[in-house]
Every structure is written in C-alpha cells, then in structure tokens.
C-alpha cells in the first residue's frame, strides 16, 4: 500500500506507540481488502462502548484525535439506574453481556474520550445536530442506521466500520481507500420498483416495513429504489434506510431522485446492468409487518419511540399528541432523543408536556441497550421503529413480544385520557 511520507512517520513510531499501533491496524486492514492507498477521514463517530484496553492501546501517546469526532449513544449505568429505578448491581446483564453497565470502567472511558476532543454527543442521529455530511465526505462510523443514511440521503461515504477502525481513523485522520469510499463500487446491484405501493397512505412504519424488506433481499449489496415521492421528509428516510443494515447488510441504497448521485436509475446503475429487479407489492409489506409483529393480542407493557432518535418534528407531534392524556398504568413510555434536541424541545415547550403526560426522555439506545427489557419483567414492547423491532426480539431470545404501528397508535395505546 502507498503511503504519502506523513503516513510513513506515524506507521514508523515517529508519533508515539499510540499512533504507531492505529496506522499499523489500518494498513494490515487496507491490504486485507486491496486497498492502495489512505484517504482523509471528515468525521468519526463512535460507540462508547469500545473495550477500555482498545482504546488505551490504540490511543497511547496521543493528545488529541486528528479529526472531528461524535460519540454513539450507549447504556451508561447512571442512565440505567434512573430507568430501572433501583442502583445497578453486579448480576445485572443487558443482552447476556453484549452491554457492560461497569461504572468505573465507563467513567475511565469517557474521561480518555473528552481528552481526545470527541464530543459526547450520545446520538446515533449526529446529522441532526448539526454534524451534516456533505456528498464525497470520507466518514467512519459504528452506527449502522448512519452508514446507510450518510450513503444514501446525504452522499457521502461510508463503510461498515467497527470499533478498531474507526477509532484508529479518529486516531490518524485516514482510512484505507476500499469498498464503498470508491466510485466505482457504489452501483446499485439489486432495484426495487415501487410503483405499485400508495404512498399517500403510507406511515412510519410502512416505510420502515419498505426498509426492512430491501434489507433482507438485498442483503449485502447495494440496493436502489425506483418509484419513491420524491419529496421524502427526513422522518421517513430515517425510517425508510435505518432497517436496511440489520435485517440484511445494506450499506447503501439509492433512492432514485433523491440521493445526490442517482437522478436517474441510469446513474445508480453506472451503466450496468441490475443483477435483480424486484416489484414490490403492499402483499410484500404486509408479510414484512408480521414479521416484525410477534405479539398475538397482548398490550403492551413499554412502549418506545426514537430507533433513531426523535426529530424536534417527531417531538413536537407527540406532545400535541399527549396533550391531556396520561401514561396508562403499569405502562412506561420512553422516548429517545439527542440532548440537544431535547434541551430545543424543552424551549419549545414539548418536553414538559409529554413529562405530564408521564412520558420518560433517554438519550441511549432504546433498542440494543434498553434496560426496561431485560431488566425489568418486560413482556410486550410496542414501537415504530422496524429496526428496534429486530434488534429486541434477538437481542432478549424471542422472549419479548412486539407490537409494531405508526407513533400514533403507540401513543394512544400507551396513554388514556387524563382526568385531570
């Protein structure tokens, strides 16, 4: 692999152990793949969960990440505790382990994390806040949901990254030229014709139905989508792409008219021709739905909205949705957002309104790392969200039934009119 004379120093030690170790991790990576040469990074963004001997070893000797960097949202323990209502102990396990809740081991991370210069944004919607990727950024993320949607709505470029990568590419500010950061590898290989869904009755969750079914067919090619409106707010792209990753392993899928390099399905193509072409039909979503639905009657005993997290718009309806009505008892409902979203609603008078109501703010991830579901007894979760959908049914073991519908419908079965 070639490396420009700067990449020579960090891999030769010029810039401490750290650096050193981070530039070695993403050669091995980049020849791995046939990589030939780094690229600048614009933006990592990382999971706070990464192991704490990870990062001391890929970060030692360094002061500073060398580009700009957000942070995921993950389970911290102070954020379980208030949610499970009682202190956290050492028995207790999210997802038989896969979420750590070691106080001390998260506060040493954090603490090394804000030396670094990353912002604690807890957010897996960092577009949102003010991180927009602009089309051809090179960007290095661990959140699936962001990989899809930087590729397909914003058209930047991104590939699926884990801990070690991303964090030695905030590390060194490059990352190895491979897959989806070429041109020429993001043609779309599988088409879906939508023509024949109606999206004027479509909600949320019919468009994370859409995503879910792209996702699984597709698997890990890329995907196009022909037939769309071609005015899409960002809550039905944020639904639409955020199931792609999980119930396939989509990375990119144009959306004919709207991603910035596909005004045609022409472009998406790049001139070849599709491997396959699937007509999507409302029997297709129908199936879908019954997927992602396992509860046959139940009511629900947690009802979460935000996988991703909620839009300022998305507050603002549920609080026009709550208002005068309160939380149903033995019934929690929990809304994720970024904090800075949050604090914007909190002005705009939304967040007290739903507080009323008996409505519960996070700022983590309410599907992977939810407590409520597998530290509390809860048997039905209710949501919008199709990727939420999966990730709880495997994640608890197909122990925790789902009800699957619109935000709407979720609110209303969570809440009943207020005597107040």
């Given at each position: 692999m070639f490396l420009t004379t700067e990449e020579q120093r960090m891999a030769a030690g010029e810039y401490g152990p750290g650096m050193q170790r981070s530039m070695s991790l993403l050669v091995r990576y980049g020849e791995l793949f046939g990589a030939e040469r780094m690229v600048p990074v614009t933006q990592c963004h990382l999971s706070p969960d990464v192991p704490n001997d990870l990062l001391e070893n890929l970060t030692e000797g360094v002061e500073k990440a060398a580009t700009r960097c957000t942070l995921h949202p993950c389970l911290y323990p102070e954020a379980?505790?208030?949610?499970?209502r009682r202190p956290i102990t050492?028995?207790?396990s999210i997802a038989e382990g896969y979420v750590t809740l070691d106080r001390d081991a998260y506060a040493v991370r954090m603490a090394r994390f804000r030396q670094l210069g990353f912002l604690p944004t807890s957010t897996c919607v960092p577009y949102l806040i003010g991180f927009v990727p602009r089309k051809g950024d090179v960007l290095c993320l661990t959140g699936s949901s962001g990989q899809v949607i930087s590729n397909s709505v914003f058209g930047a470029r991104a590939?699926?990254?884990?801990?070690?990568?991303?964090?030695?590419?905030?590390?060194t500010g490059v990352t190895p030229q491979l897959g989806l950061l070429h041109d020429a590898n993001r043609f779309a290989q599988v088409v879906f014709e939508v023509s024949q869904l109606d999206f004027s009755r479509f909600g949320i969750a019919d468009y994370?139905?859409?995503?879910y079914l792209v996702g699984s067919v597709a698997g890990t090619r890329n995907a196009a989508l022909v037939g769309l409106p071609q005015r899409l707010t960002m809550e039905q792209c944020k639904y639409l792409m955020s199931p792609m990753p999980v119930s396939g392993g989509c990375a990119l899928c144009h959306l004919v008219g709207i991603t910035p390099e596909a005004a045609t399905l022409e472009?998406?193509?790049?001139?070849?021709?599709?491997?396959?072409?699937?007509?999507?039909?409302?029997?297709?979503?129908?199936?879908?739905?019954?997927?992602?639905?396992?509860?046959?009657?139940?009511?629900?005993?947690l009802v979460i909205l935000g996988c991703p997290h909620l839009t300022i718009g998305e507050l603002e309806l549920a609080a026009a949705s709550l208002h005068d009505r309160r939380v149903r008892t033995g019934v929690r409902?929990?809304?994720?957002?970024?904090?800075?979203?949050?604090?914007?609603?909190?002005?705009?008078?939304?967040?007290?309104?739903?507080?009323?109501?008996?409505?519960?703010?996070?700022?983590?991830?309410?599907?992977?790392?939810n407590p409520l579901a597998y530290l509390t007894g809860v048997k039905t979760v209710m949501t919008n969200s199709a990727r939420a959908a999966h990730y709880i049914q495997r994640m608890t073991n197909w122990k925790v039934k789902i009800v699957?519908?619109?935000?709407?419908?979720?609110?209303?079965?969570?809440?009943?009119?207020?005597?107040?």
């Amino acid at each position: 692999m070639f490396l420009t004379t700067e990449e020579q120093r960090m891999a030769a030690g010029e810039y401490g152990p750290g650096m050193q170790r981070s530039m070695s991790l993403l050669v091995r990576y980049g020849e791995l793949f046939g990589a030939e040469r780094m690229v600048p990074v614009t933006q990592c963004h990382l999971s706070p969960d990464v192991p704490n001997d990870l990062l001391e070893n890929l970060t030692e000797g360094v002061e500073k990440a060398a580009t700009r960097c957000t942070l995921h949202p993950c389970l911290y323990p102070e954020a379980a505790e208030k949610m499970i209502r009682r202190p956290i102990t050492p028995t207790d396990s999210i997802a038989e382990g896969y979420v750590t809740l070691d106080r001390d081991a998260y506060a040493v991370r954090m603490a090394r994390f804000r030396q670094l210069g990353f912002l604690p944004t807890s957010t897996c919607v960092p577009y949102l806040i003010g991180f927009v990727p602009r089309k051809g950024d090179v960007l290095c993320l661990t959140g699936s949901s962001g990989q899809v949607i930087s590729n397909s709505v914003f058209g930047a470029r991104a590939n699926r990254e884990g801990h070690s990568s991303a964090l030695a590419s905030a590390v060194t500010g490059v990352t190895p030229q491979l897959g989806l950061l070429h041109d020429a590898n993001r043609f779309a290989q599988v088409v879906f014709e939508v023509s024949q869904l109606d999206f004027s009755r479509f909600g949320i969750a019919d468009y994370g139905a859409l995503g879910y079914l792209v996702g699984s067919v597709a698997g890990t090619r890329n995907a196009a989508l022909v037939g769309l409106p071609q005015r899409l707010t960002m809550e039905q792209c944020k639904y639409l792409m955020s199931p792609m990753p999980v119930s396939g392993g989509c990375a990119l899928c144009h959306l004919v008219g709207i991603t910035p390099e596909a005004a045609t399905l022409e472009q998406a193509l790049l001139g070849r021709t599709a491997e396959e072409t699937v007509v999507v039909t409302p029997k297709d979503l129908d199936e879908v739905r019954q997927r992602l639905q396992t509860a046959t009657g139940e009511a629900p005993d947690l009802v979460i909205l935000g996988c991703p997290h909620l839009t300022i718009g998305e507050l603002e309806l549920a609080a026009a949705s709550l208002h005068d009505r309160r939380v149903r008892t033995g019934v929690r409902l929990l809304l994720a957002t970024a904090g800075p979203i949050q604090r914007l609603a909190q002005e705009a008078g939304f967040v007290d309104t739903i507080a009323a109501a008996g409505g519960e703010f996070a700022d983590i991830c309410v599907s992977v790392g939810n407590p409520l579901a597998y530290l509390t007894g809860v048997k039905t979760v209710m949501t919008n969200s199709a990727r939420a959908a999966h990730y709880i049914q495997r994640m608890t073991n197909w122990k925790v039934k789902i009800v699957y519908a619109d935000a709407g419908a979720c609110l209303e079965a969570a809440t009943s009119r207020s005597e107040r």
